[in-house]
């Protein structure tokens, strides 16, 4: 599985934007995806993640309620739509992709990474 992630900016505070990772191959709906960032200077810390068929999600406590994650296995795609963006947000943000179709907050269950994409949030 190969994943590209893509959708990041210099955003205002208060402001918004989706996150898009677009992974190739055919059983994109049997893999679980999971967003994580990794501020300058700070380890990479779980964001969201969401099960092969969409119906379990879980986000870190810091990004509920102005986070979503979604997907759409027809275009093996996963998103992160982000609202309400906050200077503490700025960060490399990567998708990744574990096999078993759960999901996971654990950076170590995922077995396959996107590139990364720049947030920045500005104050």
């Known amino acids: 599985v190969q994943l590209q992630a893509s959708g990041g900016g210099l955003v205002q505070a208060g402001g918004s934007l989706r996150l898009s990772c677009a992974a190739s191959g055919r059983t994109f709906r049997t893999y679980g995806m999971g967003w994580f960032r990794q501020a300058p200077g700070k380890e990479r810390e779980f964001v969201a993640t969401?099960?092969?068929?969409?119906?379990?999600?879980e986000y870190a406590d810091s990004v509920k309620g102005r986070f979503t994650i979604s997907r759409d296995n027809a275009k093996n795609t996963v998103y992160l739509q982000m609202n309400s963006l906050k200077p503490e947000d700025t960060a490399v943000y990567y998708c990744?992709?574990?096999?078993?179709?759960?999901?996971?907050?654990?950076?170590?269950?995922?077995?396959?990474w996107g590139q990364g994409t720049l947030v920045t949030v500005s104050s």
């Open positions: 969401i099960s092969g068929g969409g119906v379990s999600l």
């Open positions: 990744a992709a574990e096999r078993y179709g759960l999901g996971s907050r654990k950076s170590d269950a995922y077995n396959y």
